[in-house]
């Protein structure tokens, strides 16, 4: 247990002495944890790899398991906007008339109470009985 603390401070230290350092101390720390020349960039950029290396050497990398997932993530396809310009399960909501209305963003359209639309317009016209602009009706306009 006491050993464990001790780790947390040494690391803690660490990332404390990370955000004093200056360009060139930066750029010979890089080089002492990732044994190769730091990237031409500045301060933050550095800063924020190397606290994210010094914990990664204390505490371990990520697991094989995890790395897999986010690899087969990368791979999924990128969802593309509906017609309405929305990503599909874009969730919109609107209270009209004391009741809070929900509408789902769908690859094709809307859906609106199991119902399909073309438009987010449609949706409102259905909801108020009057012709809206959907996008300024549901807020994101």
């Known amino acids: 247990m006491r050993e464990n603390i001790q780790r947390k401070m040494n690391v803690r230290t660490e990332l404390a002495r990370l955000q004093t350092m200056e360009l060139d101390e930066l750029k010979n720390y890089w080089r002492e944890v990732y044994g190769k020349e730091a990237p031409d960039c500045g301060k933050v950029f550095l800063r924020k790899q190397l606290s994210f290396r010094v914990q990664e050497l204390q505490y371990g990398g990520i697991s094989e398991t995890a790395q897999a997932v986010l690899v087969e993530a990368g791979n999924l396809p990128k969802l593309k906007p ?37 438009s987010l317009s449609g949706v409102a016209f259905a909801i108020t009985g009057t012709q809206w602009n959907g996008k300024k009706f549901f807020g994101v306009k």
Not at 92 to 111: C, L, N, P
């Open 82 to 118: 509906n017609s309405g310009g929305v990503l599909p399960g874009t969730r919109f909501e609107r209270d009209w008339k004391g009741e809070i209305h929900v509408v789902i963003a769908t690859a094709t359209g809307f859906e609106y109470k199991n119902q399909k639309f073309r």
